[in-house]
């Protein structure tokens, strides 16, 4: 009776962590399909490059061109520099040395304020306070 009971023990062990260690493997090639006003949208993984993250805006090096000079980034650059990242209502709040604060509409419609190094022409801060023309 108990080596009956230890059989049936083992085989039922094996068989669930088998069946446990299948599924991940059988649902990473199911996509979704999420609906909404907009129609249908895919969250099937895409082979190939990843996409860029929510924050790929705000993390890229500045290209190189003509708003970068041989001593850094000045506030029209900067401005440039944003508008080519997707961003929108740009405005200069205040210059000190090679540091720029900026507030913008970010790429999805937030309102955000920003720090842009000059002399490297990355965005080294970024914080959210708004939505649109909203404040918070």
Do not use: C, H
Not at 3 to 30: C, H, K
Not at 58 to 83: I, K, S
Not at 92 to 112: D, F, H, M, S, Y
Request: hydrophobic share 40%.
């Amino acid at each position: 009776m108990a080596a009956r009971v230890s059989a049936a023990l083992a085989l039922s062990v094996l068989l669930l962590s088998g069946a446990l260690g299948a599924a991940p493997t059988l649902a990473q090639g199911i996509g979704i399909t999420v609906g909404g006003p907009w129609g249908g949208v895919s969250v099937a993984p895409k082979p190939g490059k990843p996409t860029p993250g929510p924050y790929a805006p705000y993390e890229t090096q500045a290209p190189p061109g003509p708003t970068t000079t041989q001593g850094g980034m000045d506030a029209n650059g900067a401005v440039n520099m944003l508008r080519g990242r997707g961003f929108s209502q740009i405005t200069v709040v205040k210059q000190r040395g090679a540091t720029i604060i900026l507030e913008a509409n970010g790429p999805r419609g937030e309102r955000v304020q920003l720090i842009v190094d000059g002399a490297s022409g990355a965005i080294s801060g970024m914080k959210v306070i708004g939505f649109g023309d909203k404040r918070y």
